[in-house]
Structures are given as C-alpha cells and as structure tokens.
C-alpha cells in the first residue's frame, strides 16, 4: 500500500506566473484534501474534493482551484502567484470524507520571486 | 469564531515527560487531533479525541480534553531525542466535511 505522494517536491516561480501541484492520494482513498503552511504557522485548509467534487472550500481566493481525476489524484492550480503565495502545500487524503483518518503528503514546497 | 492557540516552544530533558497544551474557541468541535510535523516533512497523525471523551491513551501519548475549558492536552511520557518536533493541534467539525483548523504548533526540542 502507497501513502500519500506529491509532485515537485520544490518549485520556484515568479509573480503572475501559474503553478499546478499534483497529488496521489493514498490506495483506496477517495477524498482529497489541500492545505497551505505559510512557515511557522500551522496548515490552512484550501479545499476538499471527494468523487471528483469539490466538497468544501477555505478562505482563499478563486486563483486557487482544485480538481480531482477518476483515479482520485489531484491537483491545485494557482494562478496570478503572489509572494504571500510562497509555502509548502500540503496535501492529504481519506476514505469517503472520514476527517478522523487523514493522511498527509509531504508536501511541494513553492518559492515565488 | 474558529481559532486554535497553542504555545510556540517547550524544552524537556530526554526521559522527562512532555506536555503540550491547546485551546480552543469553537465549542461545536467534533474530533480534536494532534499531528507531529519533523523538519522537511509533512504532517503525522498521532492520535484524535471525540468531543464527548476526556482522556484517551496510546502508548507513552496520553490526550485530555477538558470541555468546559476548550483545553486540550498531550502528554508524551518518557520522551526521547527522536520526539524533537512541532506538535499541532487541530479540530473540526461535523458539519465541515473534512476541514481540520490547525493551532500554529509547539516546537518541542528534547535535550540529552
């Protein structure tokens, strides 16, 4: 059984670029969930999809968007990238939507100049 | 409104016990969790509490829950180098689907 993967592991972009995160979720897991840690701070949460729907949403701008595949992976776009943009983003995966059972993935750290 | 507060640093010799202290401010909290993140990585679950107990134990964690205080605690007996790490809190609720609220963490640092 595979954890939770993520790609790239770092990444560095420039103002008003675009990025796209992927996630793998773990074997069996249906929902996704997608986190921003700013450093030392603790994870805010972007949003979840769960069957390929997104399932709840934080407070961050429409530039962040979300999908989820048939094979349950996923992926966080941001557009317009803003320094304050600059974090790990973590994702996490679980079994129909049982919050007690998230599994997080370590990270894609981004760095916008 | 949703906020979660824990203190930012704690030192303890190795051997000692650890105890990592949270509060909360929303009382309709289902679960409450704490996570452990090392340098570099992502983040751990290490045990949760439903809202209607007061203390669970695992091992050397021992979590307690005092309600009416909207205080959490962890306590790691006989705490080892290998425990140096930043501890978070987070809670959530029922009727947020899988949104977890994270405190900004308590960085742990075990001296030999």
């Known amino acids: 059984e595979t954890g939770v993967t993520q790609s790239p592991t770092h990444l560095i972009k420039t103002r008003g670029q675009q990025v796209t995160l992927r996630c793998s979720s773990q074997s069996g897991h249906n929902t996704v969930s997608w986190y921003q840690q700013a450093l030392g701070q603790g994870p805010q949460f972007i949003f979840q999809y769960y069957r390929e729907e997104e399932n709840g949403r934080g407070n961050f701008p429409p530039r962040f968007s979300g999908l989820q595949f048939p094979n349950y992976s996923s992926e966080l776009n941001v557009n317009a990238l803003e320094l304050d943009d600059s974090a790990l983003y973590l994702c996490?995966?679980?079994?129909?939507?049982?919050?007690?059972?998230?599994?997080f993935g370590p990270g894609t750290r981004l760095t916008v100049l | 409104g949703e906020d979660v507060e824990q203190s930012l640093f704690l030192s303890v010799r190795e051997g000692d016990s650890s105890v990592i202290n949270c509060t909360y401010t929303d009382s309709s909290s289902t679960y409450l969790y704490w996570y452990k993140q090392e340098p570099g990585a992502g983040l751990q679950l290490l045990t949760y509490i439903f809202s209607n107990m007061d203390m669970k134990q695992d091992q050397r964690l021992t979590v307690l829950l005092n309600k009416k205080d909207k205080h959490l605690s962890l306590r790691i007996a006989d705490t080892q180098t290998g425990d140096s790490a930043i501890y978070f809190c987070?809670?959530?609720?029922?009727?947020?689907?899988?949104?977890?609220?994270f405190g900004q963490g308590t960085e742990l640092s075990v001296k030999p």
């Open positions: 996490a995966s679980s079994l129909e939507r049982d919050y007690n059972e998230q599994f």
């Open positions: 987070a809670e959530s609720m029922d009727n947020q689907g899988g949104k977890l609220i």
